[in-house]
């Protein structure tokens, strides 16, 4: 891996992988202020591909399907990412259009966008399970813009005009934290002299984080969704904890491993799918945010197994928190965790994107290795103390299910 700073202060990091055929670059940019319109990043994200002042939408396309170059940009809750991937003999081309997409684009056909996404993310909302966990996150990241869902991007988007994405793009090109990684079977120099050619407008601030802080759950929060025609209830439960900053980062992966994410083996799956025959889909999930981590639990079940669901979690919960595991079962989930962890660094535009996230928050691109050791090193006593510092906290409760259902389950949070 080697490292090297463009002309304009981008820091870049470049890993040589003899022998592939297909380079990715992945560029971050942080975001630094909250969007003042829902939706406005997401919209922004999906304009680039609408034509640009040299190129329309149609000959845009066109000119990536024929040199079979992937363009692809992401809004996420602390960046948005910049992926691109092609042949290597079509670098430069594929950099050439990108500038032409940052630097070019009329955003003119937004209204256009604007609609396709109000009806895709409609859509979306017909599907209980995305409801109910789009109104988890509005539930435990309350009044904050990581709690925005599909709902208030939709009633945020007709407020956005041209302007405001015109504003927001110069403020990601010339006002933001970012940084670029490269993967692939070309030379460290020739990659570098590309970028400072294509990437020559844009700025590298490492501007003030003026975004809002979260707030810590004080109490229990309770959020019902009733809906009348449901045939399973939606059940999300979950706890801000620390994120990929904290010491405790390791040991949470691996109790989210034991608990739910680690599929036929996971205790969650074992317990109320196979013995008690509950779901045909229950997990946890864990999302180390930039300013806060989110572990929940999630069952989609018969409406007359809400209270029964609950309180299977709640045993689940208090075993990992009160009895040491086994040596057996912190052995597989280390084994299962590693193992996953292999996948990440597949082809050149994962391992890109990894170890330029790494980079991108601080960590250093090598933090993949430490992680691993890290992981390693959690004991039995570790997952306790830590699950303790989890789920000792107030929760987050989210259930979408018929209203004779919900008033059974005799809910107090």
């Not at 929060?221 to 706890?239: M, P, V």
């Not at 680690?262 to 180390?288: I, N």
């Not at 806060?292 to 299977?312: A, Q």
Request: proline fraction near 2%; aromatic fraction near 8%; hydrophobic fraction near 35%.
């Amino acid at each position: 891996m080697e490292k090297y700073t463009l002309n304009n202060g981008i820091k870049t990091i470049v890993k040589i992988n003899k022998n592939t055929p297909r380079v990715a670059v992945v560029m971050y940019a942080k975001l630094n202020k909250d969007e003042p319109k829902a939706g406005l990043y997401y919209l922004m994200a999906q304009m680039f591909y609408h034509g640009t002042k040299t190129k329309t939408a149609e000959e845009l396309a066109t000119l990536l399907d024929e040199n079979a170059i992937d363009i692809n940009i992401e809004k996420k809750a602390d960046y948005i990412r910049f992926k691109i991937q092609c042949l290597n003999e079509d670098i430069n081309t594929a950099l050439n259009i990108f500038e032409d997409m940052i630097e070019n684009s009329t955003f003119n056909d937004y209204k256009k966008e604007i609609t396709k996404i109000k009806g895709e993310f409609t859509s979306d909302l017909d599907s209980a399970k995305i409801q109910a966990q789009d109104d988890y996150y509005r539930t435990i990241f309350k009044n904050h813009p990581y709690g925005i869902g599909r709902k208030e991007i939709i009633e945020g988007l007709d407020s956005i005009n041209k302007e405001d994405l015109m504003k927001h793009l110069d403020e990601i090109k010339y006002k933001s934290q970012k940084n670029i990684s490269v993967a692939g079977s070309i030379d460290g120099n020739e990659i570098i002299e590309l970028l400072n050619k294509h990437l020559k407008n844009l700025k590298c601030e490492d501007m003030k984080d003026e975004r809002e802080k979260i707030i810590p759950i004080k109490e229990n929060r309770l959020s019902i969704i009733k809906k009348e025609d449901a045939n399973q209830a939606q059940i999300f439960q979950g706890w801000q904890v620390k994120n990929i900053y904290s010491d405790e980062y390791p040991a949470i992966i691996l109790l989210n491993t034991i608990l739910g994410s680690s599929g036929l083996s996971s205790r969650l799956f074992l317990e109320l799918r196979e013995k008690q025959g509950l779901a045909y889909t229950v997990r946890s999930a864990y999302e180390p945010l930039d300013l806060c981590g989110n572990f929940f639990v999630y069952i989609g079940t018969e409406p007359k197994n809400i209270r029964t669901s609950l309180d299977g979690f709640a045993k689940e919960i208090k075993k990992i928190m009160t009895e040491i595991i086994t040596d057996e079962e912190l052995e597989n989930a280390k084994n299962n965790a590693i193992g996953k962890r292999q996948f990440y660094q597949e082809t050149n535009l994962l391992e890109a994107s990894l170890k330029g996230y790494y980079e991108f928050l601080g960590l250093g691109y090598e933090f993949e290795d430490k992680l691993i050791n890290n992981i390693k090193s959690v004991t039995k006593e570790m997952i306790m103390e830590t699950a303790v510092k989890c789920f000792n906290t107030p929760h987050a409760l989210s259930i979408l299910a018929p209203e004779k259902f919900i008033n059974r389950a005799e809910l107090n949070c």
